[in-house]
């Protein structure tokens, strides 16, 4: 069974600071994985997707995610923290034989300035 | 620009009281879900249809049902709200496949009293 778990429900940095946020996911099969951002009093928008073609994956915003098979992760970072990234970030998983999207619990990163 | 839109922000109902929920997206999508979130937890399924008028239970489907008689619309009705369905409830649509992209609506807020 699929499952993703997110290290540290919550994260502050300072403002130009590096930005990690941890994912894993456990899949039987080759996953596609995904972060999604929530601003506040907002729904969740793409920030990037992995689909097996590059493991280094670049999104919106500066971010960028990198898949590690070994470790079955496929933590996001930015080089440089901003305020307007506050937000709630969501890593998840799927497999292309699966109908459904698995979440993970999501961590609230805060930027001070 | 794709838009999933709600039909409300807000909103605030007694115990025992039937809730509907609308969600409408004007992106042709074929697929459409019906997501809570709860702090901690992350996002979690209730419903989600693959097509017009076929509907499939998520992880947590109790004390739900969806309707979708039109493409583009699909329904969230609690048949008798309870306190513990006090949340926040995200729709989102995929095109076709799960490792689409998920485009979500602003999403509302329900209270039950």
């Known amino acids: 069974a699929q499952s993703v778990t997110q290290l540290g429900s919550h994260v502050s940095v300072s403002e130009g600071a590096l930005v990690l946020l941890r994912c894993n996911y456990s899949?039987?099969?080759?996953?596609?994985l995904f972060w999604y951002v929530q601003y506040p009093n907002q729904g969740l928008q793409l920030l990037l997707k992995?689909?097996?073609?590059?493991?280094l994956v670049k999104g919106i915003n500066g971010f960028e995610a990198e898949f590690k098979k070994s470790e079955t992760s496929f933590h996001l970072t930015k080089p440089s923290a901003h305020m307007s990234d506050a937000a709630e970030y969501f890593c998840?998983?799927?497999?292309?034989?699966?109908?459904?999207?698995?979440f993970g619990p999501g961590t609230s990163l805060s930027v001070i300035p | 620009d794709v838009k999933v839109t709600q039909s409300s922000r807000y909103l605030v109902k007694r115990t025992g009281e039937k809730v509907f929920l609308e969600c409408v997206q004007d992106?042709?999508?074929?697929?459409m879900f019906w997501y809570r979130q709860d702090p901690g937890l992350g996002l979690r399924l209730i419903y989600f249809?693959?097509?017009?008028?076929?509907?499939e239970k998520g992880d947590i489907p109790e004390g739900y049902s969806v309707s979708r008689e039109k493409k583009e619309r699909f329904s969230l009705i609690l048949e008798s709200a309870s306190t513990n369905q006090t949340s926040m409830y995200l729709c989102?649509?995929?095109?076709?496949?799960?490792?689409?992209?998920?485009?979500f609506g602003p999403g509302t807020r329900l209270t039950v009293l």
């Open positions: 998840a998983v799927t497999e292309t034989s699966y109908d459904k999207v698995i």
């Open positions: 989102a649509s995929t095109f076709r496949l799960s490792t689409d992209t998920q485009y």
């Open positions: 899949s039987s099969v080759p996953p596609y």
């Open positions: 992995y689909t097996s073609a590059a493991t």
């Open positions: 992106m042709d999508h074929e697929n």
């Open positions: 249809s693959y097509d017009v008028k076929m509907k």
